[in-house]
């Protein structure tokens, strides 16, 4: 799966923060080339990445088909196909007459990998990890409930395997996070909520390939992650769904006000 990075040499420019000047950048004007089956590929992380980035702001028109084609050395086929690809995700509307514009955020895919991973990655203020969080929160909280009210003799095993592999790993990065993640699953596969564990590992997926979404872990976080793991296990098991869903709740929101980075709005 493509991944974005800082490092790489076709996205690096759109790491600049347009809200600090409070105007658009203009990305580079030489030739970014890629090669073989990529190439489309490319094209639409990046147009994305410049879209959701402010390079190209809501309302503005991309530039005309062949400046693009000089911008990515690709040919107007590759162009127009990943510029329709563009249009699928919600960020660019295709007007005969009138080119390529960019559409209002309102009206973006937020939960297609490429817009996520994009909107992430340019995220200065944290306001859209907040949401997601929360997000996460509300519908981790509500399978937390009914994994209380349907769990199984099997679901029980797996979800204190997983609570006994949590602690096996404290102190070991990145395995503990790993395992943080699969007893998150394992609850979600028990509550049988299939549309809610999709969303929530797709949006979660995406955000922990972010450094200030994940945070550092010292070895006293670990023990009290594991500790709220506990708590949350044993409502489960017990079959306590209002127990279950406010330990999950809290484990979720807490956990992220400890590793939060500061920013201006919450200092």
Same mark, same amino acid.
């Given at each position: 799966?493509?991944?974005?990075?800082?490092?790489?040499?076709?996205?690096?420019?759109?790491?600049?923060?347009?809200?600090?000047?409070?105007?658009?950048?203009?990305?580079?004007?030489?030739?970014?080339?890629?090669?073989?089956?990529?190439?489309?590929?490319?094209?639409?992380?990046?147009?994305?990445?410049?879209?959701?980035?402010?390079?190209?702001?809501?309302?503005?028109?991309?530039?005309?088909?062949?400046?693009?084609?000089?911008?990515?050395?690709?040919?107007?086929?590759?162009?127009?196909?990943?510029?329709?690809?563009?249009?699928?995700?919600?960020?660019?509307?295709?007007?005969?007459?009138?080119?390529?514009?960019? !559409?209002?955020?309102?009206?973006?895919?937020?939960?297609?990998? /490429?817009?996520?991973? #994009? @909107?992430? +990655?340019? =995220? %200065?203020?944290?306001?859209?990890?907040?949401?997601?969080?929360?997000?996460?929160?509300?519908?981790?909280?509500?399978?937390?409930?009914?994994?209380?009210?349907?769990?199984?003799?099997?679901?029980?095993?797996?979800?204190?395997?997983?609570?006994?592999?949590?602690?096996?790993?404290?102190?070991?990065?990145?395995?503990?996070?790993?395992?943080?993640?699969?007893?998150?699953?394992?609850?979600?596969?028990?509550?049988?909520?299939?549309?809610?564990?999709?969303?929530?590992?797709?949006?979660?997926?995406?955000?922990?390939?972010?450094?200030?979404?994940?945070?550092?872990?010292?070895? !006293?976080?670990?023990?009290?992650?594991?500790?709220?793991?506990? /708590?949350?296990?044993? #409502? @489960?098991? +017990?079959? =306590? %769904?209002?127990?279950?869903?406010?330990?999950?709740?809290?484990?979720?929101?807490?956990?992220?006000?400890?590793?939060?980075?500061?920013?201006?709005?919450?200092?």
């Amino acid at each position: 799966m493509w991944r974005w990075r800082e490092e790489d040499a076709l996205v690096r420019h759109a790491m600049a923060d347009p809200a600090s000047t409070g105007r658009a950048v203009v990305p580079p004007e030489q030739p970014l080339r890629v090669r073989g089956t990529k190439l489309g590929t490319t094209v639409v992380h990046q147009i994305v990445h410049d879209i959701v980035g402010g390079f190209y702001p809501q309302g503005s028109a991309l530039p005309p088909e062949g400046d693009l084609c000089n911008r990515f050395a690709v040919s107007r086929t590759v162009v127009r196909e990943s510029l329709k690809i563009v249009q699928e995700k919600g960020l660019v509307h295709i007007e005969h007459g009138r080119g390529t514009q960019v !559409a209002d955020s309102k009206q973006w895919n937020l939960l297609d990998d /490429v817009v996520l991973t #994009a @909107i992430v +990655a340019h =995220d %200065a203020n944290l306001s859209f990890l907040d949401e997601l969080v929360a997000t996460r929160a509300a519908l981790e909280a509500d399978m937390a409930a009914g994994a209380a009210g349907l769990h199984t003799a099997t679901d029980d095993e797996r979800i204190r395997e997983a609570l006994v592999a949590m602690r096996s790993k404290v102190g070991i990065l990145p395995d503990f996070g790993e395992a943080d993640v699969y007893f998150h699953d394992v609850v979600m596969a028990a509550s049988g909520n299939r549309l809610g564990r999709a969303i929530v590992n797709s949006i979660h997926g995406k955000a922990r390939q972010n450094m200030r979404y994940t945070g550092e872990y010292s070895e !006293a976080i670990m023990l009290r992650t594991v500790d709220e793991h506990q /708590v949350i296990h044993d #409502a @489960i098991l +017990a079959g =306590d %769904a209002q127990s279950a869903s406010a330990a999950m709740r809290a484990h979720i929101l807490g956990s992220w006000r400890r590793r939060r980075p500061a920013t201006e709005a919450h200092r």
